[in-house]
């Protein structure tokens, strides 16, 4: 599974704003600062984000984005949902109509189920859980 830009930008923008005050705004220019995202790319996935209720925004002085809900109530999937990013490991799994094999290839139930696995890893894994990880990896 390769992840698109939007993901992995989608995902670092969420993770920062998760380690934040809960009750803050964070700036666009901020976020895309401390991430190393253009700030135009980074405000349009923000508000794809918004859309789909993960990040909420603030105008005004002292204004950004903070997350829609608690860390722990945002997993992968609901990113990946909200930025249109297909949790696929092969494409003909997606759309097999296409794949004149999908009636007849002998590893299409090997890439249903690690699309099975795969699904479940972004169900179960949330922002909380992913920034723990990132807590226990930095030494």
Known sequence: MKLSTRARYGLRSLLYLAEQDPTRAVPVREIAEQEGVSGDYLEHLLHAMKNSNLVKSVRGAGGGFMLGKPADQINLKDLFSALDEKIEAVW???????CPRS?????????EKLRKLL????????????VGSADENRV
């Open 119 to 130: 699904y479940k890893f972004a169900s179960d894994t949330s922002l909380a859980d992913a």
């Open 103 to 111: 009636d007849t290839c002998k590893s299409r139930p090997i890439w």
């Open 92 to 98: 003909c799994i997606e759309e097999g109509e296409i």
